[in-house]
């Protein structure tokens, strides 16, 4: 491999809850590992929050202090570098601000806010600004994909910068990355998956006994599912992650709404654990399959043999099945998910990033081509 | 993306049984989807055969009538063309001489011959002379990467070209590929798989009655077993895997002898249905783990729980669990085996090839950049 001059990219982190801290301390212990492997130094330039407060220091943000400040309950804003102005009011002029101060090293917004699955936002604006600011975009949220990907592809690679969103599906496994780099001429036909935890560890429980509601409760009592389940046990997390399956591994265009969907909210325990003493098991399953030009997609709860790869899922496992034309199905499980395993999604689509500029065209902007 | 010119490839078949075919008949199937998705044309020069003759020409071999000829018991012979002096004695000479009548287009060497799992040849030995000649080299066969990744490798970096070999494990499914490039900055700290069809099937026999011998038997009878098996029962073919992954995905260096090795041929046929009684299954299990500075390999018979997710793969069912350091385990399925997914691995490698020239520098030998 040719010798390559080690390149700082300047990182923006929009949102700085869990995922996004997460990111920041594995930043810090891929520090040496990225530079040695992928010539590549990272360089936090600006943090934005909606509650937290925002901050700018083109000499880079001290990510411990700031994880200290947020856990203390303290503003970021006590970190601001003034010489850059005074501090933005809100995520969108922070990320204007950081444009005009351009010094011309590749810039990439890592975005990590809580979601709006219905309407894509606050993440789908933020990913509008960053692109037309000229940056690149990785995500955690699936709400941009799922809600407006064609869209914000095409605003991309008219901005010659990339949007990347490994973590929205399965976490760190590179599903998205695996069907668009290493199946080439291969052809999606649909999918089935298990791609929601909270719904996992319910239908377990209603094994176990009881119905959805009661195993809702119990867990939520012993702090395993949060307080606003709904968005999982209606089926819209696992809606969301359906669409953006659809929109960036199958081309289609879709939205979670658009995704024929079915909750476990009025599963009788009683079906679920008659499907046990027949030797099968219940999950929620999100599927989609091709029918000519179109694409139907779906989430509810199935009935799986046990021999079926999704049928001994549990907890944190999730899986995918992908129907392709050339290689019958692949399966690609996660035996264990978690904050590392999304952290570490962001931390990919970084990398991806790095390798898709040639050592003599760092910037962005120039001729990235998505391959 | 940019537009590009198509590129052409020099492709030149060594081999041209099953595996090389059907990697003909798929060229065929996707030639326009090679030209417009991945910019990319292929042109057979060369063909060279163990039984069946060799041929070149410049213009294009037509492989339809190759496969006819092969199977109609002909010579290839008759295809060569005397304007590229007397037809060649030999593989390495067909080699040779293409390259000194090279048009300085990417020459592609791709390579199926069948295999010595010890030895590795004559696989070896037409990869060396391959990446000797300035090409980049392609093949289905385990044995150079089990035998000699290191020194190939190495060998095709200072010649600036690529050497790769998916098909060798899971088929088409994209193993080394997803460790290599979908998951960067990930420590991959061993694995275990299922990798041999043939002792899937005589397993499954087995439960339903018999011992080794005799399933191997009764399938050797109806044609689903070639008459020498010996190289899957006694595990020869599931420790030259094993090898390929230790060296590719773990950067160790071992071989197949190196690899502790238990076949399936001492099996009683009770235990493996004593195992079934008792809820469990008796597979083939091929494994690697790193201890310290070393990686310890071994392939034998191994009694997994029902929930294990090598358990319930059956025939031509593959997969491989991937322990990492950030990302817990990945497990990656391959549903269904066959001649058409080795035949696109093989394609799969030409496309990685095609997409790690850019397009200002088509010719092999300048900057590649294994990335």
Redesign the interface.
């Known amino acids: ?2 010798m390559r001059d080690v390149s700082t990219f300047e990182l923006v982190l929009v949102g700085f809850g869990h995922v996004g801290r997460r990111f920041a301390s ?1 930043l810090a212990e ?1 520090r040496e ?2 530079e040695r ?2 010539h590549l130094a990272c360089r936090v330039v600006g943090v934005a929050t909606g509650r937290h407060g925002l901050a700018i220091d083109l000499d880079g943000l001290d990510l411990g202090v700031a994880t200290d400040l947020v856990a203390s309950g303290g503003s970021l804003a006590t970190l601001h570098d003034p010489d850059t102005g005074a501090p933005p009011a809100d995520t969108q002029a922070l990320i204007a601000r950081l444009a005009d101060l351009g010094q011309g090293r590749p810039r990439i917004v890592v975005e990590t806010t809580t979601l709006d699955v219905a309407s894509g936002e606050p993440a789908l604006s933020h990913v509008r600004a960053a692109i037309a600011s000229g940056a690149h975009v990785v995500t955690a949220n699936k709400g941009p994909a799922a809600v407006a990907y064609a869209e914000i592809s095409a605003a991309a ?1 008219a901005a010659g910068v990339r949007f990347l969103t490994e973590s929205a599906v399965l ?4 599903i998205l ?2 069907a668009r ?6 052809r999606i036909i649909g999918f089935r998956g298990v791609v929601n935890w909270t719904t996992n560890h319910i239908l377990a429980a209603m094994e176990q006994g009881g119905d959805a509601d009661e195993a809702l409760a119990a867990m939520q009592a012993e702090g395993f599912a949060e307080a606003d389940a709904s968005l999982d046990v209606e089926g819209w997390d696992a809606a969301a992650k359906t669409a953006v399956l659809v929109n960036v591994v199958m081309g289609g265009r879709t939205t979670p709404a658009a995704v024929e969907r079915t909750g476990i909210g009025g599963l009788i325990g009683e079906r679920v654990r008659d499907a046990v003493r027949r030797g099968k098991r219940v999950k929620l399953v999100a599927a989609a399959a091709r029918h000519g030009d179109t694409i139907a997609a779906a989430v509810a709860p199935v009935e799986l043999n ?2 079926d ?1 999704l049928a ?1 899922l549990d907890g944190q496992s999730n ?1 995918i ?1 992908l129907a392709t034309d ?11 998910g ?1 904050l ?2 999304t952290a ?1 999604g962001l ?2 689509d970084l ?2 990033i790095r ?1 898709s500029l ?1 050592p003599d065209r760092p910037a962005p902007g120039t ?1 990235l ?3």
Do not use: F, K, W
């Open positions: 491999m040719p594995l891929c590992q990225l492997d992928d690679d976490d760190g496994i590179p990355n695996l780099e290493t199946l080439p001429a291969v046990a021999t790869p001994q899986a099945v050339l290689l019958g199905e692949i399966v690609i499980t996660q035996r264990d978690g590392t395993q570490y931390l990919a990398i991806t390798r040639s001729s081509g998505r391959r």
